[in-house]
């Protein structure tokens, strides 16, 4: 089997899940490539050789420049804060390479549009992470919707909430950085948005809503505190290009939510909804049943939906999220050698930052944007 | 005990549900006053005659002016469509007696504002059937937040949805007429308004969005159709007095949604949460739990907690739709005798029914309204 | 239409319920009886009194005899500790009048079978409070199972928990002298028999456990213990005349469970399942579903299911524990009125009670007993 | 890092998810041993040399007693059927190589013992794969119970149930040969039984019922039947040694339960519930609350809990059945380097398969029995 290199820049929490899934696909799926942990870069060349040791990295840089160069590593994989995935990525296009990039693509929808373009004239294949889109749960919600089980789509009403920041004293990170762009819209609100966008299509028009709940933070290990100039909360309403309405939200206050990425879609017949505080699991409502017999299915995950049986034959046993991330690595090697294109890529990617900045633009400007105005 | 003539108007849904909670209520709680079912007025003499005998009431009458003149009418209860709050309210108002009347008060603000006036002005007794309120669960809600159990109130995300439009073929009704004033936003909607503003105080901006998803809608037992002409969806923004924000929505045509009252409010220091689908729990997270002990806890409604235990002295048990309504008829009759004033009142349904309009002069003229617009 | 004098003997949680339920049914259901709270007697003169009057009784008595024997009493009512159940239901038997009798019918079986065997006898008709059967939801399961929905019956799984006797300082109660009978098998136990033998058939055998887990309780007010005789658990293994198997438990010290009258049915084509806590729902599974649809539907009780429009005409709106008690009282006046057999009679309620104490039995001798041996 | 050459038996759903852990578990742990894929073995070379390919291991064999044999080979992982565990086991044992073996650990307790002794007189270290004990959740149980969280034990209710043989039409397999030992009793059953006794302790004595609910199965792809000759429900009531009392079921034919691997654990002072269809969430009451404040609390599997944070830092992003195996390779791989000691061992495994005996003798013989008659 043909061999990848993988050269991973960055190795934090998405470093080591990237590096899970890349160990661990083999052994779920028949893979047309094999990734081979070539090259780590970090901040410094201490931290990447430390790192290297522990994920399984051959070799290690403190430059990533020196990553991108090198001759053995096929892919560029970045899981740095969002500010490099510019400079990184468009050297690595440059240098004739597919990218791996987290989300969200760039700190704004300039940027990343750079990105796209940077990509589409060399035609370089790209890959975002908005691993949530392979969960089976989410994949069976859009199979729901495109066959017409729950007819026409009407409305959705989507979240992504999680409680990280609740407590105002929770130190201030590169996440609250306005340079890094915006804050929870853009962290956990693109999740949502790359789930509407990929079961209810393009967002037309909008109008947001973003709160910054606590207005200073400690830096860490300081008695200083520092002011807060991102978003804590975001809202938004929004219409569709095919007519339907709906909301969107995004929270990292919200004090008891760990993983509440959760969305309704309600159609002409039916209604479809998970939570990923549950993601194996979809509950399903659809019109016509007998009389006295209507009512939500829950339905668990299984080897009937997309990509389970590959881990576990038995349904109800449940996928983990590094399993998720383990479906994204199998559907990008695929991509990469020949297979179907995979989705989200830059241009996906940057659409889904065009509706963040849009809710941004709203929100300041106190009126309903059309997306296409970013 | 001092008897209490009731003059009811109206014998639908409502009117049996307030039937049966003036019958049921002194059989639960010690009362300062006996209601007497003294006259039931509807649409004409025969069906009024009718209902009165199935209901049990003494007299009845096709002329709903004849039940407000009478003497032996003590209260006027209204439960008619919408349009004729306001007449019958007027008229009970000048003839002196105190007027029980379902939601929503008015068609539109304007119209409410007028009952207000005409109510304060005369010194009279006035209240309004937002039944969920008077939920033991709802009314824990609030007590939580007001304790500061949660902290100081970050967000509120709400929505009633039910699904008895789904079906394009539910044939036209009275709610769908223009004339009796908007669509969900205002029949379900009102609710939702209603414990957002009991909970976390008074709305003071917001931006609208309203959708009327089915267009027309056969007549009923005809073959012709009518073009519809309020709202089937409606979703807002909101910016509350107090700092908070939130998001509002209302369907009926949300396919399996049968009772979903449904709203979390969220502090710096927790969460609570209520869905009336299953309106004897309510969830709280509260910060603080010890490390791996922290989650949402489920609460059953109890005798700890208000007017249950006059229903039911152990906890489990549930209280029903209609055990909601007799604690409200024990409330207002508390409040006749002299007890705490009756909440809500005329001015308070007057603005709930200023952020109903709101949301629609908001999603007409696309843009942010200040409620006080209204 | 006709009167029924109703004597209702007890006033504690049971008779307040009587007494509501009585009250409600004729504004919920059309009735061919109309009931009349005609006398009220408790443990003495003076209880009585001041309990009728809360109760809206025109008469009270210290002294039940004399409620049986007053010619205005035409359905004795009999709410009293189950010691007493015997005597009374004798007096009103010999005396030609119908008797209404809570669970369980008496502390054993064999004072069961005089009371069953008297009423045959005399062609009385009588109606033990087994409420939980007319819960809506648990017609619908048996109507699920009846109509082969799930197919055969291969396993019962019930349970009934509860935990008001948890604490080991709660202090003694007539619940506890074994006088009176058992335990939470006949207390809490008779009730999931009660559902068992409603959907599944008679019990043929069984193997039971009973276990007292503490051994001793304050007297009321008092620094004195008394000795608890009775049990705090019980569970069984039971096989049905159907053949189907399946298990039994009840618990009054089950931390956290507060109305836990829960049964999962399983057949060769589904499962049915039916929780106390939430019993406005149901959840039925049927084979046969699309590949990858297959799942737990939630069904909400609703107007297409018995007796609930009675109570609401609209789905999702929920019935409480009192509406389920005044079903009970419309099934016993139509049966009075020569409508179709109230069931579970003194028979049926007999039949029960063997099921306890052959639990007892059972437990006692460490064997398996066959029902008929009690 | 020293290498531990791993020889697996036996490559179907078991074989796969061992490779699976073995391959994660570097990337997740920091390990004292790194897992080398050395040989598998399987029912023929041409099996065995296709599926080793496929999971990566560098040689293969048809025969296991090679795999024993092979010098390269240092632990024997044992994932063929029940019948083979034994003389794969004892030939691992005399050859001086520690053994990993999937549960149950032999078709009966005799066959368990003789294991036991073996690997007790060489010194052999062994462990069995109840992989759900390394569920994090469970083990929160467990250190909810140890702590004295929720008082004294006082009752158990486990139950572990599916549906993959509830249709009648479902083939007949090596589970149902009696010779492999018992049926669902023996294959879900030693999980529920491996819960209780790592929980709340040693099972004293207990009454079971077993049951064949489809007396034949037709043999797969024949038109012939065969007589089914195990159990395909299994339930007892059971007593520990600890004085607490409890029940355990088993069942394959349980219509739409796909992973209900269910226990609720209730002490002097709480409950503490799981259920494997939702791994990731434990529910906690405990006593004390305030008033109107009770209530069970839905705790996340998070970083505060045993071994997740390996996984991911974020609360509620929820691991998966496959990272459960990769917490049971670690703990193995750790104890092999000289770690703590690995349980449960072949001691611990003898010790469930005994309790899965008694129910098989309780329920033949219809009485009572102690599980040291086993």
Redesign the interface.
Known sequence: MKRLGIGLVGSG?MG??H??AF??A???F?LPLMPVFEMLADVNAEVAAKNAA???FARSTGDWKALVADPAVDLVDITTPNTLHLPIALAAIEAGKPVYCEKPLAPNALDAKRMVDAAERKGIKTAVGFNYLKNPMVA?AREIVASGE?GEV??F?G?HA?D?M???KAPWTWRLDKAGGHGVVADLGSHIISIARAIVGPIESL???I?T?TKERPLPGSAETRKVEVDD?A???V?FASGA???L?A?W????????LAFEI??????VEVD?????ELR????G?A??????????A?P??QFYKE?????????????IKTIEVMALLKSLAGGPKFMPDFREAWEIQRVVDAIVVSANE???VEVTEI
Chains 1, 2, 3, 4 share one sequence.
């Open positions: 929490f080591r899940s590096a899970h160990r661990a083999p052994g779920v028949e522990a994920l399984g069976l729950i009407v409305s009403r979240i999680e990280y609740t407590d105002p109008v947001g809503q709160e709940v909360e809202r938004a309403l219409r309405t709906g909301s939200e929270s206050v919200k004090a008891g939510r760990k993983m509440t309600t159609g002409s017949k039916g209604t990923h505080e549950r993601f194996n399903l409502y659809t019109v049943a009389r006295g017999r209507e009512g939500f299915k829950t339905i668990l299984g009937d939906h881990f576990c034959p038995a349904p109800g046993h449940q996928l983990g999220f590094n399993d106190k009126r309903w």
